[in-house]
């Protein structure tokens, strides 16, 4: 199979790799970059685990194709405290205890950001939509909602 | 439950403190260790070809054309493996499982080649390529119908000799009879005899799986009389004790090292494909990762389908004066921990209740479907969906209040449990009263108008913890008087880290987030039995415990070697520098436990000690059911459990909540569909797990105020505790709202419209 290579720019600085027109974005992440907060679960993007950012908008790196990311700006969890304090939505990820073995919760605050960037103080049902599409075996998901929430309040204050 | 989050890194008082989880940082970063992430120099991956049939003998397995393609390094199948691993069967109860299918498969999805290649694709590609015949055999999947099929799964019975009550079982033949429990206390006959009424009922449950989110993966590095496997284990101890046993090694040459586990809830227990990945990697002599995927979990291991044949006599006061259970449990075609599910579990299959006579018999049963094992209960869900559906049935038979009924059977405190072991530090009344003051039980209640009818149920459950079991910790103050705990319970996300350093800081007036968990690594780590049934904080606990009361008293008495005066509370860094004239030395203490245990009497399973703790819960359920769909919502979900004294109230309660919402996905819509053997669902878009949406819109969790008189503080495990009364607590709601009695998991809208249209004598057809 024939490799190319691509480039974007991961977490803001600009990288290329080359690819096989098989190859998710999930696995030049993981496998180039040694980046392993998107992982892959159920491979079929329905869990959010393997979630980044791609153009601004959450995909599913396990589908999400390598090649359709030239040119893209890809962003990943491990972009979010890169000033070395972690984000809000983190830290109310925590203090919620929104989280058991931890292997879907880089999904979920990605998801959580894209949500509370257009939704800044959300109801639970608006909370429940955005975040359908991120599964937890260990079903923290009441202790999510309140991170959420958490989170929210944290971004207001920020602002404010 | 009031969660009271103290002040971070206070010294003292480190038990019943809110602390977040000590590796939260590392989780929400993404930056948390997982063998998932886990890539070696010069790795091979390997891929599964799987029996495509469900019992049969291979009559030849064709590799040319997979080994042909270009990047394949090898490909393997059980002769290979024979060449490494003489003797390649293994499991923790029957050595009965070979590493790749030998001669025959006994399941669909039976591991029957491997693959392998440096780039995964290559492996998966080639594995296409892979060709078997069979001579196809009869097979069996119904644990009913396997207790006299003349199919047999297995010629011959093999105990592996690492319980001593199953040696017993050594070389019977012409059985799917894995394990036969029985417990006699009275005479059941005579109790029916003298009965007033007399009630029988079957019970099922379905066939569903753990699905941990991070797959089953496992790395083996063999060297020359030396091997490290990296694995998603619950058990790293019992890896390495049975890795040994395989290659002919003492235990001191096999490193078994885990990280943070994406999720166990009883699947990566005891050895899945750990004896696989290190007899790859001596037969490649470089490293080799196997890492299934979603679809693939389907055929490693599940939950037991069981089939609850129950009968009481009760009296004319509606005392239930006898019992008889009758359990057949669905194994899979290899044993794995099956045999002790069907014994541990048989302790409690009476239910909470104080019973005369008694009669317990539990069948583990091999069939042609992917093995069972332990999930998040050992088995207990199982018995509390039959035993509590069955006691409000004869409430409502008696027209007796459900509460009412329960209240004069409970196991009250001191009384002797079905086995003759007493129930102490086991709540149960307690519990049973706040369930139902939640419920406002009592209070007139709207059972809705219209095609939506309400209703509201509850139920109570008691667990022996499994016993015996053992745990050693190991403690390390380094020079500047840091501590580093050592302790082989792996955390898979139910917060051991965080409440072992709890209990290393209430010992040594610490603050827990000073104390360091090394992650496990049989070399360093010690020995524990395994990280189920909620045993580790009680075992762990005080194993960590005892450490750390070591290290205490050593470094009282380096304090007073050194001249300090009683109680100057010098810290340990300087200690050592006042000794060694520089940043120097260790203080090391070590806390092994095992509790006291008296093994039930073969025939009868009596005993006055069958466990250190019970384990005791009840759940409140309120329903709406839309009679015209069969649609049930679950409005309202209580749980209340005993945990003893919670050593982390806020790690205790998502235990709780976590634990009940995914047995409410076994409850409500989660099912394995097989056909001829073959899961037809094998995907998680095709087998639904509980989302956002699906969380009851009111959800109560309480840990009973309680104590642990023998746990470690007070304190006992609570991991399972919250999945033993979901199911028929939500039920008995659907009967309380709508009239109809569900007897066979799950509560999905299919099954309870045709239970309301056969009520209504105008029954569905089959499709």
Known sequence: ?160 | MATTTMPGGKAGSQIGRSLPRLEGREKVSGRAEYTHNLRLPGMLHGKIFRSTVAHGRIKSIDTSAAKKIPGVFRVITIDDIKTVIPHPYYGPAFHDQPILADEKVRFVGEPVAVVLATDPHVAEQAVQAITAEYEELPAVYDEIEAMTSKVYVHDELKPAGTFADLKHLTGRKQTNVALDFKLRKGDVEKGFAEAAHVFEHTFRTQKVLHLAFEPFVSIGDAKRDAVTIYTASQGPSFVRTEIARLLGLPENRVRIRVAYLGGGYGSKLYIKLEALVAALSLLARRPVKVSLTMEECFYQITKHPCTFKIKSGVDRDGKIIARKCEVFWNGGAYADVGPRVTQKSGFTASGPYDIEHVHVDSYALYTNLTPAGALRGFGIPQLVWSYESHTDMIARALKMDPVEFRRKNILKAGAKQATGTPVNDAPLEAILERIASRLNWGKPYDHGSGAVKRGRGLAIAIKAVISPTTSVAVLNMTADGSPILYCGTVDMGQGSDTAMAQIVGEVLNLPAESVRVVPRDTDVTPYDMGTLGSRSLFHMGHAVRIAAEEVKAKIAALARELGEPEGSNVPVGELFKKKYGMQAGNIVGSGTYKPDYIPPQPGTGMTTNVAPFWMTAGAGAEVEVDTETGKVTCTRLINVVDCGKPVNPKIVETQISGATLMQFGFTMFEKMHIDGGQVTNASLADYKIPGILDVPAVMENEAIDSIQSNGPFGAKGVGETATFCCGPAIANAIEDACGVRITELPLNAETVFRAIRAQQNNPLGDE
């Open chain 1, 1 to 160: 199979m024939a490799a190319r290579t691509i480039s974007f720019t991961l977490n803001g600085e600009p990288v290329s790799a080359e690819i096989a027109p098989h190859h998710t974005i999930l696995e030049v992440i993981r496998n180039e970059f040694a980046l392993y907060g998107a992982r892959e679960s159920c491979g079929q993007g329905l869990c959010g685990c393997c979630t980044v950012i791609v153009n601004g908008t959450a995909v599913s790196g396990c589908l999400y194709l390598a090649a359709f990311a030239d040119g893209a700006a890809v962003t990943t969890v491990e972009s979010l405290d890169a000033s070395g304090a972690l984000d809000p939505v983190q830290e109310a990820f925590i203090e919620q205890g929104a989280f058991q073995c931890g292997f879907c919760t880089p999904g979920f605050i990605l998801m959580t950001k894209q949500l509370l960037d257009r939704h800044p103080d959300p109801d639970d049902d608006t909370i429940k939509h955005w975040l359908s599409g991120n599964l937890c075996r260990c079903a923290a998901y009441p202790e999510i909602i309140q991170a959420v929430k958490s989170a929210a309040r944290k971004r207001a204050a920020a602002r404010s």
